[in-house]
């Protein structure tokens, strides 16, 4: 089945700063792969989705990209601000999802 | 507005109760989940349902039962053969997974007391 790995486990970035969290995925045949914010005590929000046919996709300040190739995507928060701290989560999916094991994003004020 | 009901949102269990966490949905979705979050963990899935009337176990199964006698409810059975059901339990519901994410309900967190 499909594996998908997630780096890092925890980012602390100073407010304003970038973060960026990849993950890796296994099998060729995954073809959709939304990102999830998790908040404490929280269900997951879907923030951002990208389709295999697909290479980069912005909203505002979050940008997801895709590497078929290489089978690594990667989500981009820019400006980030204290709001931003949640748990990230990442998924594959080709009919089943496949999630990665989260990464807990904080912003500095 | 649509979306998925959990309740209750905290649920307290003794030694060799079974409880039912339940899970609600108004979107219309077909398919619906159960998974299992762990601190510094990712989702397991525990049951999966894409239709009325027919589930399927997940990767963790053992110790939980579910059915699915009407499209809009899922409900999750912790059965006392689970040995460690201390977790924060979510539902979800989606439209086609070949297309969308899923919306997730707000969880339950379950503690044995």
């Known amino acids: 089945g499909e594996n998908v790995e997630q780096h890092p486990s925890t980012l602390s970035v100073q407010e304003g700063d970038s973060a960026v969290i990849k993950c890796t995925y296994s099998d060729s045949a995954s073809n959709y792969f939304p990102w999830y914010k998790q908040e404490l005590g929280k269900g997951p929000q879907l923030i951002i989705d990208i389709r295999s046919n697909v290479g980069e996709k912005k909203d505002q300040r979050i940008a997801v990209t895709l590497n078929k190739t290489a089978k690594h995507f990667s989500l981009h928060i820019t400006e980030t601000q204290p709001e931003d701290s949640a748990v990230y989560f990442c998924?594959?999916?080709?009919?089943?999802?496949?999630f990665g094991t989260g990464t807990s994003l904080t912003v500095i004020p | 507005d649509g979306g998925i009901t959990q309740s209750p949102k905290y649920l307290f269990r003794k030694e060799g109760q079974n409880v039912t966490l339940s899970c609600e949905q108004n979107l219309n979705h077909d398919a619906m989940y159960w998974y299992r979050q762990d601190p510094g963990q990712g989702l397991r899935l525990i049951y999966y349902s894409q239709i009325v009337n027919d589930f399927q176990k997940g990767d963790i199964a053992e110790g939980y039962s579910v059915s699915r006698e009407k499209k809009e409810s899922f409900p999750l059975t912790v059965t006392s053969a689970q040995k460690n059901p201390t977790a924060f339990y979510l539902c979800a519901s989606n439209k086609d997974t070949r297309f969308y994410g899923y919306t997730f309900g707000s969880g339950t967190r379950l503690t044995v007391v």
């Open positions: 998924a594959a999916s080709m009919g089943q999802f496949y």
